[in-house]
T-cell receptor
């Protein structure tokens, strides 16, 4: 499978615990994006990387959130001290600046439930 | 503040009907508008529109952009139950690294 993959697909955790999600982009894609989607809403931008550099973070990304892309390939998104309001679908997407139309392709998402 | 608004928020039709989904936007430096289809999983790409008045088609789906009036429509003809999904509209701005601003989505339900 050459699409975007995410792991885990589902995560249930208790409030106050830390969680980490992983995203593997399409192999030749140099840009990687994280979005959050709550029920009945469209995805909201969180952050993005070009290669290993994190170039922008949304105001939605509080201090409890951190993202990395250490070698410019896979990325991780960590949420510390989870809160019930963090319950959402976390989507990863990737694209290539080398393509004429830099279309973003999405992974299947990680659905987080904080109890 | 930049925003993307879709209408209607939900729609119920019968197989064979034709539907039109609307997307209006207000962004500072428009680059492109994208349509995605989302079933119970990740959004899948449908169309990217950058120029006004040029229709893009894929099977029974088509879309067009009006950059003067700041909106786009997505048409689906001869709907099938497999078209049931949430349709998302997103806009990309110039110089923003490709991040997308999404609308709320239109939930389409096609009844047999």
């Amino acid at each position: 499978d050459t699409g975007v993959s995410q792991d885990p697909r589902h995560k249930i955790t208790k409030r106050g615990q830390n969680v980490t999600f992983r995203c593997d982009p399409i192999s030749e894609h140099n840009r990687l994006y994280w979005y959050r989607q709550t029920l009945g809403q469209g995805p909201e931008f969180l952050t993005y990387f070009q290669n290993e550099a994190q170039l922008e973070k949304s105001r939605l990304l509080s201090d409890r959130f951190s993202a990395e892309r250490p070698k410019g390939s896979f990325s991780t998104l960590e949420i510390q001290r989870t809160e019930q309001g963090d319950s959402a679908m976390y989507l990863c997407a990737s694209s290539s600046t080398g393509q004429p139309e830099e279309t973003q392709y999405f992974g299947p998402g990680t659905r987080l439930l904080v109890l | 503040e930049d925003k993307v608004v879709q209408s209607p928020l939900s729609l119920v039709v019968h197989e064979g009907d034709t539907v039109t989904l609307n997307c209006s936007y207000e962004v500072t430096n428009f680059r492109s508008l994208l349509w995605y289809k989302q079933e119970k999983k990740a959004p899948t790409f449908l169309f990217m529109l950058t120029s006004s008045g040029i229709e893009k088609k894929s099977g029974r789906l088509s879309s067009i952009l009006d950059k003067k009036e700041l909106f786009s429509i997505l048409n689906i003809t001869a709907t099938q139950t497999g078209d049931s999904a949430v349709y998302l509209c997103a806009v990309e701005e110039i110089g923003q690294g490709g991040k997308l601003i999404f609308g709320q989505g239109t939930e389409l339900s096609v009844k047999p």
